[in-house]
């Protein structure tokens, strides 16, 4: 992508083929300065007001998804995983849980198609993206951004940043729960080297063109997705 003007005609391309493997670094560099993006006071306010209203319309919903996954299967409600956010400070993430398993070590496997970790509710929840939802409260906490750059596990951090040029500048804004990555179809599970290195380009792509208009067109490229991405499972 060479500009934002490019955002639609990106956003309906075909997938990448594979990419040749890039040269990995013996040491992450540390994490460049932060953008402007970050320090926006109209986007936090927009972060602040949209969460609170989010959590007050959706506050019966999460109260019950949160009985039926802890009446599905043995554990917690809520999935926690440490995650890489703005500056590159780790912060726990929260989700509600979609499988049996709660990993978050040195190896975290991704989530695949017909994936038998996750749970008969998960699946549904995980296809509507409803398990996101707790992750409101990261963005009231200022850990997170509505939109930005998706986090992933800091087990997937270590392995990506040695393989994908300029991981680390993704680390310039907060992390968001949805990003222009996503709505251009970078989302959902890295098959393959080119995958992770799209997402990065876009992520890094968004943060230098930064603008809240930019912010509301992926807020309404998102919407359609919240019923029917291919990429959620």
């Known amino acids: 992508m060479n500009s934002v003007a490019e955002f639609h005609t990106h956003a309906d391309a075909a997938p990448w083929p594979q990419a040749e493997a890039v040269r990995s670094t013996s040491a992450p560099p540390p994490a460049p300065a932060l953008a402007a993006v970050a320090a926006s006071r109209r986007k936090r306010a927009f972060d602040i007001a949209m969460a609170l209203a989010a959590l007050l319309v959706f506050l019966p919903l999460l109260l019950v998804v949160a009985a039926l996954v802890r009446l599905e299967s043995p554990g917690p409600a809520l999935f926690r995983q440490r995650r890489t956010g703005l500056g590159g400070k780790i912060f726990t ?45 990261n963005v009231l906490r200022g850990e997170m951004s509505l939109i930005g750059p998706r986090p992933h596990a800091v087990a997937h951090d270590e392995q990506w940043r040695a393989q994908a040029p300029g991981y680390d500048r993704r680390f310039r804004t907060r992390p968001g729960l949805t990003g222009y990555a996503a709505v251009c179809g970078f989302r959902g599970e890295v098959r393959d080297l080119q995958s992770i290195v799209d997402r990065v380009e876009s992520d890094n792509e968004y943060i230098d063109t930064w603008s809240f208009g930019l912010d509301m067109k992926i807020v309404w490229r998102t919407l359609p997705l919240i019923f029917g991405d291919i990429r959620a499972y």
Not at 118 to 128: M, P, Y
Request: proline share 2%.
């Open 93 to 137: 993430v929260f989700k509600f849980r979609t499988m049996t398993v709660a990993e978050d070590g040195a190896t975290v496997r991704q989530a695949t198609r017909d994936d038998t970790r996750v749970t008969t509710l998960g699946a549904i929840l995980r296809k509507f993206s409803l398990d996101e939802l707790p992750q409101l409260l």
